[in-house]
Every structure is written in C-alpha cells, then in structure tokens.
C-alpha cells in the first residue's frame, strides 16, 4: 500500500516545480499527517559514534529542511537523525530561479539554490521550541556576501553547540562562489582552529558538542591529504562524504543536465563512495564519518557502510522513493543483519574498503 501511495504522490509532485513540491511536502509533514510510519528499529541498528547514540544509521541530509521547520516530522517518517540547514547568519534568498532541475530518467536532480534559508534567528527560535528528543544536527555555512566568512562559521558554532545534536561545518556547497576555496589546506587550517575553538568556548553541553566537516566530491587526492591533516590536526570529530558535485560523470544525454549547480542522487553514488572509502583509509579506524551520495536502498547504504561509513545520509532518493523509503531502508537493514547474523551493522564496516578506496576518482 505505501508503494501506491509513494507513486500516486510522486505523479502528483512531479506535475509541479520541484520548488513548489518541496513546498508542499514540507507543509505536509508540518501538518502532523501520519505520511508514512517508520516503525521501530532492532537493537541491531543502533549505532554510537562522538558520544552520540543514533536508533538507527540512517538520517536526512542538509537541504531539504533548510529552516527547521519539520525535524520531529522527518524522524517520524523512520528517520535515525535528521540534519536541519544549511543555516546562514543572516537571511538570504539565494540564486533566481529556476535553481532546481529533475533528472527523472537518473534519479537525480541539479540545485543552485544558494544557501537560501531565513537565517540563525528563526532557526534558532524554532529549535529551541521543540522538545529534545532524536539525533537532530545543525548544518551551518556563510552568507553570500560576508566579509569574513569564517566568522559566520563561528557565529553558527555559538548559536547553535548546545541545542544541537552535533554541527556540521559546510564548506562544501558549489553554489555560492568561493565556499569551496575554504577546503584548501590554508584557509581549512584557519577555519577548523577558530571553529573549534569557539565550540571550546562553551559552557557545558555547548562545549561537547561534536562538530563534523563536510567535503566536497570534486577533491583530488592531494587535497584529500591535505584535509586529512587538518581534520587530525584540529581535534575534529567527524566528517561527512559528500555534498553535490559539478561533475556530469554517469549522466547520460540529458539536455537539463547542462545546467549549472551541484549534482545529486544515483549518478554521485560511485564517486562519493571511493572518495568515502579513500578517507576511511586515512583516517583509520576511529574517525565517524557520515556516507552520502547516491542512497536510495537498503542495498546502497550497506555498500557505503561497507565502504567506510557509520551513519548514512540521503536526500534526492526521498524525492523519487517517496516518504516510506526510509521505513523501507532502515527494516531492509534490519533484514540483511538479521540474515548475516550480526550484532551490529558495525561489523560489517570496512569489508569492501580496499576495494572502494582503490577506485580512480
């Protein structure tokens, strides 16, 4: 019955823009209307990483619920975590549209939206609005036109640590001009010393939040040492792999693929993954690192688990899978530990790394 549902609701998206159907969906999860029940997850699922206990490793990725206006809504859909953002200082309304583009034959879609969101202060308010209860990160990046970008990374860390299940530093999103400069070993060094450092700051719960950075795909290895480096060198506690990509690789002749902006869903899913599994390699053991790219299935967020992964995250695989998907994923994984006979997901982390982390980006 859910994949009727998802089908019938998917038809009727699809015949709008797709800004106007995240619109609606938004509303839809606002509204309290029980779209589709996760369920609950085994013990098998549960997962530890940075002093933080997730029900289970799957979560939403940042972009979807910009202004965190639906957290509690996306965890009710069998969400293990949900990351709201990304959050900027100030408000701002991003790129003019049209900024989002289906790829319907690829299950992928092209945004550049541009960090579009009302700011830290509604954010914040709603945040703090909410009863705690579930994993819920804080994405944060820099307005458009900051002159010292680093300092509304900072600002985002003193608003936010504390109320937040962990932070998120995105550097990553191709569609506000720069931001990615900030991943060069230079600028990375100063951002990282000065985030953490105002998380350090803190008081209490403020200071113990966990603050993970997020790379883009487009990175050679060169740049993978160097960010390995940093990330060691400043005391981070987590990465996440990947945000979109400027890249076409896996995208057959489809004229909107032309557009400009950051590329996600199935076609990222091959090059986020090796880039996961080769910083898996560098980090060792320890590092938590989120997987992201390309999970639409059971199947695909074992793959990234197997390649490196702790915790998985999607977002364009909602859009084409519709609202039971992850009910649907997370009691696949379920399944498949079941079946193998684990204990935990954990123990299978890493099987397919050296052949993941060979792969040519």
Same mark, same amino acid.
């Given at each position: ?5 998802? $089908? *019938? ?7 709008? +823009? ?54 509690d ?10 990351e ?14 049209? $900024? ?28 703090? =609005? $909410? #009863? ?15 002159? +010292?970008?680093?300092?509304d990374?900072?600002?985002?860390? #003193? ?25 060069g070993?230079?600028m ?7 985030? %953490?450092?105002?998380?350090?700051a ?6 113990? @939040? ?11 290895? &060169? ?13 981070? +506690? ?6 979109? @990509? ?5 995208? #057959?002749?489809?004229?909107?693929? !032309? ?10 899913? =091959? ?6 599994? !080769?910083? =898996? #390699? =560098?980090?060792g053991? +320890? ?6 790219g390309?999970?639409?299935? &059971? ?9 490196? &992964?702790?915790?998985?995250? *999607? ?21 498949? &530990?079941?079946?193998?006979g684990? !204990?935990?997901? $954990?123990? %299978? ?13």
């Amino acid at each position: 019955m859910s994949g009727v549902f998802d $089908r *019938l609701g998917r038809h009727l998206l699809f015949a709008l +823009d797709p800004e106007t159907a995240h619109g609606l969906s938004i509303a839809a999860l606002k509204s309290g209307v029980p779209l589709c029940a996760g369920g609950q997850a085994s013990e098998r699922l549960r997962t530890r990483i940075a002093g933080i206990d997730f029900l289970n490793p799957l979560g939403m990725a940042a972009g979807y619920d910009k202004n965190a206006e639906v957290p509690d809504g996306l965890l009710r859909l069998g969400f293990g975590f949900a990351e709201v953002g990304t959050v900027t200082p100030l408000p701002q309304p991003g790129n003019p549209r049209p $900024r989002i583009f289906r790829l319907e034959g690829e299950r992928a879609v092209i945004n550049r939206l541009g960090f579009n969101n009302e700011g830290h202060e509604r954010a914040l308010a709603r945040l703090a =609005r $909410r #009863r705690p209860r579930g994993v819920i990160g804080v994405n944060i990046g820099a307005n458009k036109d900051s002159v +010292d970008r680093i300092a509304d990374y900072e600002l985002g860390v #003193r608003r936010f640590a504390g109320i937040a299940s962990y932070l998120t530093v995105n550097v990553s999103s191709p569609n506000t001009p720069g931001l990615r400069n900030l991943q060069g070993r230079e600028m990375l060094a100063e951002l990282l010393s000065r985030v %953490m450092t105002a998380r350090d700051a803190g008081a209490g719960e403020a200071a113990r @939040t966990p603050i993970f950075l997020k790379i883009a795909p487009d990175l050679d290895e &060169a740049e993978l040492d160097d960010i390995t480096a940093e990330l060691v060198g400043n005391a981070v +506690d987590g990465l996440i792999v990947s945000n979109t @990509t400027i890249g076409r690789h896996g995208v #057959r002749n489809d004229p909107r693929a !032309k557009e400009t902006g950051g590329l996600s869903g199935r076609p990222l899913f =091959r090059r986020s993954t090796a880039m996961l599994a !080769k910083m =898996r #390699r =560098r980090l060792g053991a +320890d590092m938590p690192i989120i997987g992201v790219g390309g999970v639409d299935s &059971a199947e695909t967020a074992i793959e990234k688990i197997r390649a490196g &992964a702790d915790l998985v995250q *999607l977002y364009t695989g909602l859009i084409y899978g519709g609202p039971s998907l992850p009910g649907r994923i997370v009691r696949g994984l379920d399944r498949f &530990a079941e079946a193998e006979g684990l !204990k935990s997901l $954990r123990e %299978m982390r890493d099987s397919h790394l050296a052949r993941w982390a060979d792969e040519p980006l």
